[in-house]
C-alpha cells in the first residue's frame, strides 16, 4: 500500500511563491506517472499537473502554466509543485496522486493513491 504526505503549504500573499513534497513510502514510485491536483471548498478535484514516471514530460492545466513547475526525484520517491506568481483564484486543498501507470494523466480516475492534500491559501 502506498502511502502519499504532502507538505509545504501555507499562507501566502498574491505575488508570493510556495513549495509543495509529496513523500511516497510503502510502495513502487519511480515507475508510476505522478500528479498534482487541488479542490477548492464546494468544487470538484481539478488536475494542476502531471509528469512521467522518468520525468521527461510534464503537463499543466492552462491556468498554471508558466508559474507552476512540477518536478521529481526517484531517488527520494518524492515528486515538488513549485508555485510562483499564486494569485488568490489558487487558493485550494493540494493532492498528489500516484497514477496507475507510467502515463500522465489528466483525470481524477488516471490515479490511484492519493495523499491527505495540503491547504494553500492565497490573499490578495
Known amino acids: 500500500q502506498v502511502q502519499l504526505v504532502e507538505s509545504g503549504g501555507g499562507l501566502v500573499q498574491a505575488g508570493g511563491s510556495l513549495s509543495l513534497s509529496c513523500a511516497a513510502s510503502?510502495?513502487?514510485?519511480?515507475?508510476?506517472?505522478m500528479g498534482w491536483f487541488r479542490q477548492a471548498p464546494g468544487q470538484e478535484r481539478l488536475f494542476v499537473a502531471a509528469i512521467t514516471w522518468d520525468g521527461s514530460s510534464q503537463y499543466y492545466t492552462d491556468s498554471v502554466k508558466g508559474r507552476f513547475t512540477i518536478s521529481r526525484a526517484n531517488a527520494k520517491m518524492t515528486v515538488y509543485l513549485q508555485m510562483n506568481s499564486l494569485k488568490p483564484e489558487d487558493t485550494a486543498v493540494y493532492y498528489c496522486?500516484?497514477?496507475?501507470?507510467?502515463?500522465?494523466?489528466?483525470?481524477?480516475?488516471?490515479?490511484?493513491?492519493w495523499g491527505q492534500g495540503t491547504q494553500v491559501t492565497v490573499s490578495s
Open positions: 496522486a500516484r497514477g496507475r501507470t507510467s502515463i500522465a494523466g489528466r483525470s481524477v480516475g488516471d490515479y490511484t493513491y
Open positions: 510503502g510502495g513502487a514510485f519511480s515507475s508510476y506517472a
